[in-house]
């Protein structure tokens, strides 16, 4: 596997495995751990080695799923896990809270369940405006001294944001949505981190499964499937969002690829910072997403998806109003 460079020192593989899917999100959770522990393990050992989890997935069962498989593989992997959520006393989701000792304890607990000395790559979740970020970037330097964490994160920051937690502690990644169904960060966000030297690990990079071509305006999501309430998911979004889709189909079938792999290969060829954390459930689905690594786009490739794409105006927000507030502008 291929490996990229996150910031001023992180190895990491070129593709990463987003963990969150396991426990939430994406319909009914799978009935037999183990097989869930067959997949990661299996990623290990197809070259990943980057892999991310959150406190909030579950809540807290994630990221005991990810230390349960990674635990007898651990001088092999990068851990990347997430802070930045309160929770009432029954572990249900109440907002955002980076404040200190916060930080600490979801820290102490993250390293309990996933049963490591050490969180390789500790993100900021979600930007708390109660909390100055230069408050949350000294508390992580803090337990970047103590040895608890080695590298620092944020995820869906805005520019400002970055800038003044990269000049306290720095920044060795972002991670925010980016692919050919959301490119709104190569305005400001891109130049930022290029300039910085901060990576950057997109989320949903495949776009929640939409650019695989196996979502269509007449599939019917399951119960617990998270885009059932996505405006971008809506059947009329889902028609009009096609055009994405039939774009990389066309690309694909060129390079005699599948569209999910051009989707990735697209990422890859973008930036060499670039990280993207697909996730899925079945080794299939795995070893289709590395395969990416082996589509190789031309400069003449790129420039065309960026420009075709450019002139598909993509229907439907991200997320819900409610959700939406939670990111940083």
């Not at 954390?277 to 065309?304: C, F, Q, Y």
């Not at 229907?315 to 959700?323: F, H, S, T």
Request: glycine share 10%; aromatic share 6%.
């Amino acid at each position: 596997m291929e490996k990229r460079r996150l910031g001023d020192g992180l190895e990491v593989s070129a593709i990463g495995f987003g963990c969150m899917g396991m426990s939430q999100s994406f319909g009914p959770n799978p009935g037999d751990r183990n097989d869930m522990i067959g997949v990661l393990r299996g990623a290990v050992e197809r070259g990943v080695t980057l892999f991310d989890t959150a406190e909030v997935y579950g809540p807290y069962v994630n990221e005991e799923l990810v230390g349960e498989a990674l635990r007898p593989v651990r001088d092999q992997v990068v851990l990347a896990t997430k802070f930045g959520f309160a929770f009432d006393e029954n572990g249900k989701q109440t907002g955002v809270s980076s404040r200190p000792d916060s930080i600490r304890r979801a820290v102490d607990g993250s390293l309990r369940r996933l049963g490591v000395e050490t969180i390789d790559l500790l993100y900021q979740h979600r930007v708390d405006p109660e909390t100055p970020i230069e408050d949350v970037a000294g508390t992580v330097g803090d337990l970047i001294a103590a040895g608890k964490v080695k590298h620092f994160g944020l995820s869906e920051a805005g520019v400002g944001t970055i800038r003044r937690a990269h000049a306290v502690q720095p920044v060795a990644a972002l991670q925010s949505e980016y692919s050919l169904f959301w490119r709104d960060l190569e305005t400001e966000i891109i130049p930022a981190l290029e300039e910085l030297g901060i990576g950057l690990v997109p989320f949903s990079p495949l776009g929640r499964g939409f650019l695989t071509g196996t979502v269509t305006a007449s599939t019917e999501f399951s119960q617990g499937d998270v885009r059932a309430n996505l405006p971008r998911f809506t059947p009329e979004a889902r028609q009009a969002n096609q055009a994405v889709v039939d774009l990389v189909r066309g690309v694909a079938e060129a390079k005699g690829a599948t569209p999910g792999q051009v989707a990735l290969a697209w990422l890859l060829a973008k930036k060499p910072w670039i990280v993207p954390i697909p996730g899925t459930r079945r080794i299939e689905r795995l070893e289709e997403n590395l395969g990416a690594v082996d589509v190789r786009l031309t400069a003449d490739d790129v420039k065309g998806l960026d420009e075709a794409s450019a002139q598909i105006p993509v229907v439907g927000e991200r997320y819900p109003e409610a959700m939406q507030r939670l990111i940083d502008r």
